[in-house]
Every structure is written in C-alpha cells, then in structure tokens.
C-alpha cells in the first residue's frame, strides 16, 4: 500500500525558507507524476507544483519564481523548496502522486496523498 508522509513544515517570517521533503513507500510503478498542493483556510485546495515521470515542472503563478519541486531517483522522496515566503503561502501542503507519464495538475487526478504539513508565515 502506497503511503506518502510530508515533513519540514513550520513557522516562518516573511522573506524566509522552507524545504518540505515527501516520503513515498511502495510506489511500485515506474512512472509516476508528483505534486505538491495547498489548502490554505476557507479556500480550497489548489496546485502549487508538479513534477512529472521526464522530471519536466509546472508550477502555480503563485509560486513561479520562488518555489522549486524536485524528486531523488526512485521517486523515494519529493522536495518543494520555498524561498522568499509570504503571508499568503501560509497554508496545509499536500504531497500527491499518481502512475503514469502524463504531467498531472488537478486535484482529481492524483491518486494517492499525504496528510499534510502546516506552514505558517508571519509578516
């Protein structure tokens, strides 16, 4: 049974960084599309980054420019590295994966997740 488990949350003042790392066990498949989602309180779920099975990026406006999704080989474990956090990145972060060599985005398209890792910024 797949079982994704996040780490590397916590509080940060505006400006700083974080790195969340992913754990992923019994991911059997050889190709595989990986993200990272939020959900930041009263809003819903959103895309931040994705990383599919050719290592190829996307990532949510938002975010462009700050955030960078990487995965180590094996798709053992995933990493978002956030730098020059804001308030508005203060949120849930999600790890998702799903088999299969399309480039991912939504939501319903992922099959398995974490159970998230709080991340909090202070202005």
């Known amino acids: 049974q797949v079982e994704m488990k996040e780490s590397g949350g916590g509080s940060v003042q505006a400006g700083g960084s974080l790195r969340l790392s992913c754990s992923i066990s019994?991911?059997?498949?050889?190709?595989?599309?990986m993200a990272w989602f939020r959900q930041a309180p009263g809003k819903e779920r959103e895309a931040v980054a994705v990383?599919?099975?050719?290592?190829?990026?996307r990532y949510g406006d938002s975010v462009k420019g700050r955030f960078t999704i990487s995965k180590s080989s094996a798709n053992k474990i995933l990493y978002l590295q956030m730098n020059s956090l804001k308030p508005e990145d203060t949120a849930t972060y999600y790890c998702?994966?799903?088999?299969?060599?399309?480039?991912?985005?939504?939501?319903?398209?992922?099959?398995?997740w974490g159970q998230g890792t709080q991340v909090i910024v202070s202005s």
């Open positions: 019994a991911f059997t498949y050889s190709g595989a599309c």
């Open positions: 998702a994966a799903s088999p299969g060599s399309r480039p991912f985005w939504y939501e319903a398209e992922f099959r398995y």
């Open positions: 990383i599919d099975s050719t290592g190829g990026t």
